[in-house]
């Protein structure tokens, strides 16, 4: 998962670079890729959430709950320090929203070329700077547990005030529950423009075809 967001992320630095320079149908396809990998990290996501929420409908006192996959995910994470037990979910949920966001930008990068009001790229910068503003709080939890908080420090655990308990998981599970959802219905918006504009916007990646060269031949 960290190698996909990493990947992810090299092409979009790679988009940026290029994009100084001669556009060129690989971009376009790269662009596209990005999108696709970031609506297939979202849903795994969303799911993740879900199941949080719904395990907590279910069990409102119970204990925080993750699904067995997001469970191994962050018992792999947590191997680059065994002696804090929740730096690795941290770890991946951090993770999750860089992958998250670099859809978000795949889409900025798609629509970057196009002269026109794009409804797209509108709803992209909007999804950008909601799920930047959510990154940020996740790296902030993250880097807080990493160097030796007592718990998580962020807007979701009202910066530690909360102490660890059904409050706290109760309050995370839903922050974070409605923050994806608001972010992935923007993410959807953006891509139901982006379907509706494709014919304008693969016409951006054109290459434009060469004038043909002039007769140098005398005229008679």
């Known amino acids: 998962m960290l190698g996909w967001t990493l ?23 790269t662009a596209t890729g990005i999108v696709l990998l970031g609506v297939i990290g979202q849903i ?5 959430h879900v199941a949080q929420a719904g395990y907590w409908i279910m069990n409102p006192y119970a204990p925080a709950w993750m699904t067995p996959w997001g469970t ?13 037990p929740s730096l690795g979910m941290e770890i991946l949920h ?10 978000i930008v795949g889409v900025m990068q798609l629509t970057r070329r196009v002269t026109y009001r794009s409804t797209a790229r509108k709803c992209a910068t909007m999804g950008v700077w909601m799920q930047g503003i959510h990154g940020v709080e996740h790296l902030v939890l993250m880097l807080s547990v990493w160097l030796g908080a007592p718990t998580a420090i962020g807007l979701s655990t009202w910066f530690g005030l909360i102490d ?18 608001l972010g992935s219905a923007i993410f959807g918006l953006a891509l139901y423009h982006l379907w509706r504009e494709h014919p304008r916007i693969a016409a951006s990646f054109d290459t434009p075809t060469p004038a043909p060269a002039r007769s140098l031949a005398p005229a008679t």
């Open 94 to 103: 951090f993770v999750g929203n860089m992958l998250f966001l670099a859809g």
């Open 164 to 181: 660890p308990g059904v409050a706290l998981s109760t309050h995370r599970i839903w922050w974070h529950f409605l923050a994806n959802v």
């Open 7 to 29: 990947v992810m992320w090299a092409a979009i630095v790679v988009l940026a670079v290029s994009h100084r320079r001669r556009v060129e149908t690989w971009m376009l396809r």
């Open 44 to 48: 795994g996501h969303m799911l993740e």
């Open 72 to 84: 191994g995910l962050a018992n792999g994470f947590g191997v680059v320090d065994p002696t804090k």
